[in-house]
């Protein structure tokens, strides 16, 4: 048995339990969002500035995922987010199995997340371009950001995770002054990758952009609702 | 067969072909140095930076790694450096194999990087905080990059390439008065983790802090020598 086949198990075995979550999420008419990025582009600011806001007409919940600390949970927490804490140890992604044991479970007491009382659940994946990009979680979008300190040539290098995104965030624009960087240059390799991406540029920091993120994330609700 | 097991068979492959490029670098008294950071950390702007003014006393070559295009390697042969492109398709991180396979070899033409000829080598690795920090690549010595951009508790977040690295550069402190971010609580969340750590601020934009970086490197290389 070579390594590529066992990668292959591994990721179908991770397609089951996927697939599984996304069944259990259609039953709950609960909205699922996978969100990536590298480590530092502002996934968490994103989350603290939007979901306050969203949390007045939806009821909602964040897995946070990172190889170790509660930090990020915590600093939702602080904003009256209800946000559960995956540690992956070593590991550069979360896979679906450590996203269904929270799903609907009990145990531990206090770390459950009950699908069928939540309208949008968001899960914040490791800081990684590379590993959660063939990580299926079960999610309704896959949301990936990159920030404009990082360089426009990102998507160029890491075509895989924009190609099987669906939304594609550019943070931090408020330091686009400041930095070598074209916003259109970024979207175009983006959109070179993947035609099909939906694109918005915001400032997590200034509020910038966050209205048309919010309206994003609604539309992902409301569709889910109908179906 | 688990996966665990399968792992560790892998990374003592890799061992294998790391002290083999060690032996090899030991016996022509070439440094060997492995860059990693995250995405957009700076470590091409670094090199960019650097590598003109020791390249007018020491002999040199970059391996760069990325997952796909040969953009980094031209940034550097732009500047008159000697870079060849490593694209590793889908994979995370570096091989010692795959820093092997250019070593001392004649095909591709023009591909190759002999060692007998160099004083420093430098491999960029995949920008990645996980999975270059479990493969060893024969260097001498680890360096880990992070930028003012991506939050001071990332040393918390990602430990492991933290405590396996020799030095901590954080990168674009010109950006510092735009961003919430404490260098002092960054550097001491590093040293938390690695207590040996050697730590240095620089702007690879503005050249703060790159005439320190530049004795670093010529230590490293004038100690290689004198082993």
């Given at each position: 048995?070579?390594?590529?086949?066992?990668?292959?198990?591994?990721?179908s075995?991770?397609?089951?339990?996927?697939?599984?979550?996304?069944?259990?999420?259609?039953?709950?008419r609960?909205?699922?969002?996978?969100?990536?990025?590298?480590?530092?582009?502002?996934?968490t600011?994103?989350?603290?500035?939007?979901l306050?806001?969203?949390?007045?007409?939806?009821?909602?919940?964040v897995?946070?995922?990172?190889?170790?600390?509660?930090?990020?949970?915590?600093?939702?927490?602080?904003r009256?987010?209800?946000?559960?804490?995956?540690?992956?140890?070593d590991a550069?992604?979360?896979?679906?199995?450590?996203?269904?044991?929270?799903?609907g479970?009990t145990?531990?007491?206090?770390?459950?997340?009950?699908?069928?009382?939540?309208?949008?659940?968001?899960?914040?994946?490791?800081?990684?371009?590379v590993?959660?990009?063939?990580?299926?979680?079960?999610?309704?979008?896959?949301?990936?950001?990159?920030?404009?300190?990082?360089?426009?040539?990102k998507p160029?290098?890491?075509p895989?995770i924009f190609?099987?995104?669906?939304?594609?965030?550019l943070?931090?624009?408020d330091l686009?002054?400041?930095?070598?960087?074209?916003?259109?240059?970024?979207?175009?390799n983006a959109?070179?990758?993947n035609?099909?991406?939906?694109t918005?540029?915001?400032?997590?920091?200034?509020?910038?952009?966050?209205?048309e993120?919010?309206?994003?994330?609604?539309?992902i609700?409301?569709?889910?609702?109908?179906?």
């Amino acid at each position: 048995m070579n390594r590529i086949e066992i990668n292959e198990k591994v990721l179908s075995k991770n397609d089951i339990v996927a697939a599984r979550i996304r069944e259990k999420a259609a039953q709950t008419r609960t909205a699922v969002i996978n969100l990536t990025s590298s480590p530092g582009s502002g996934k968490t600011s994103l989350l603290e500035a939007l979901l306050p806001r969203l949390q007045t007409k939806y009821r909602l919940a964040v897995i946070e995922g990172d190889l170790r600390t509660e930090n990020d949970a915590d600093r939702l927490r602080q904003r009256g987010i209800n946000a559960i804490q995956i540690q992956t140890g070593d590991a550069c992604h979360l896979e679906a199995a450590q996203v269904e044991a929270l799903l609907g479970t009990t145990e531990p007491a206090g770390c459950a997340i009950e699908l069928e009382t939540l309208d949008l659940l968001i899960i914040e994946n490791i800081g990684n371009l590379v590993c959660p990009a063939s990580y299926d979680l079960g999610e309704d979008a896959f949301f990936v950001m990159l920030s404009v300190t990082e360089g426009d040539d990102k998507p160029a290098k890491y075509p895989t995770i924009f190609f099987n995104a669906d939304y594609f965030i550019l943070n931090k624009i408020d330091l686009a002054p400041y930095v070598d960087f074209s916003i259109e240059k970024c979207i175009a390799n983006a959109l070179a990758v993947n035609a099909r991406l939906k694109t918005a540029t915001i400032s997590a920091r200034t509020g910038a952009g966050l209205d048309e993120i919010a309206q994003v994330i609604e539309d992902i609700i409301v569709a889910k609702k109908a179906n």
